[in-house]
């Protein structure tokens, strides 16, 4: 069975604050990562994908490490907005011309005034 | 609006009661899928469709059923629920699942069954 863990948190961090989560995966061939999001019991919402060489969206970035097989999120100047539920996904192939989709449990972040 | 649409949105039940959740995306898309939410648990994927009348189980299919025989609608059939299927529902779609793409989730459906 895949596994994708995730720190559960909560993270309490002030506003302002840099924040990193980080996403393990136990499948070494696993092919795509993605970050999504996830307010308080409502639909995930995609985030960022994560690529290889890393990538970066505004106050977010995204890292794939393959070697030691996690993915990151670093959020920074946090913002009361940025309070939610974040999930890294993991995507493998499970067959010809089929994937498979794994979630993790996601971490969840306050950002405090 | 290019949307993911379930309903209902909440529902309450009892057990033996046989329901329908329906879910219907305008987007075309070839990919649907079903996932329950619960606390401590995260995710987990019931069935899934890579394209009409080709459905497929997921981690957790057990006491759910799915049909897709139109491309935009994959509705998730519970024939005799039971109270260990109280759960947050989400339904899904992305184009394909070639591995870059997106999946688009619906907005949710809360179901107790008592």
């Known amino acids: 069975r895949k596994e994708v863990e995730q720190d559960p948190g909560p993270f309490n961090v002030p506003e302002g604050a840099t924040v990193a989560f980080n996403c393990t995966y136990s499948?070494?061939?696993?092919?795509?990562f993605f970050w999504y999001r996830q307010d308080c019991r409502k639909e995930p919402k995609l985030l960022m994908s994560v690529y290889s060489s890393g990538n970066e969206d505004g106050r977010f970035t995204a890292q794939l490490n393959r070697a030691s097989q996690y993915i990151s999120l670093l959020i920074r100047d946090s913002k009361l907005s940025d309070s939610a539920t974040y999930l890294c996904?993991?995507?493998?192939?499970?067959?010809?011309?089929?994937?498979?989709?794994?979630f993790g449990k996601g971490t969840k972040l306050s950002v405090i005034p | 609006e290019a949307q993911v649409t379930q309903n209902p949105r909440y529902l309450i039940t009892v057990t033996g009661k046989k329901l329908t959740v329906t879910c219907s995306q305008n987007m075309n898309h070839e990919y649907m899928s079903w996932y329950r939410q619960d606390p401590g648990l995260g995710l987990r994927q019931i069935y899934y469709?890579?394209?009409?009348?080709?459905?497929d189980k997921g981690d957790v299919p057990e006491g759910y059923k799915v049909s897709r025989k139109e491309k935009r609608n994959f509705p998730l059939i519970l024939e005799s629920p039971s109270p260990n299927q109280t759960s947050l529902y989400f339904c899904?779609?992305?184009?394909?699942?070639?591995?870059?793409?997106?999946?688009?989730f619906g907005p949710g459906t809360r179901l107790l069954v008592l």
């Open positions: 469709s890579m394209n009409v009348e080709v459905t």
């Open positions: 899904a779609s992305s184009l394909s699942i070639r591995p870059a793409e997106t999946q688009y």
């Open positions: 499948n070494s061939a696993s092919q795509s």
């Open positions: 996904v993991v995507i493998d192939r499970s067959g010809a011309g089929s994937y498979q989709l794994t």
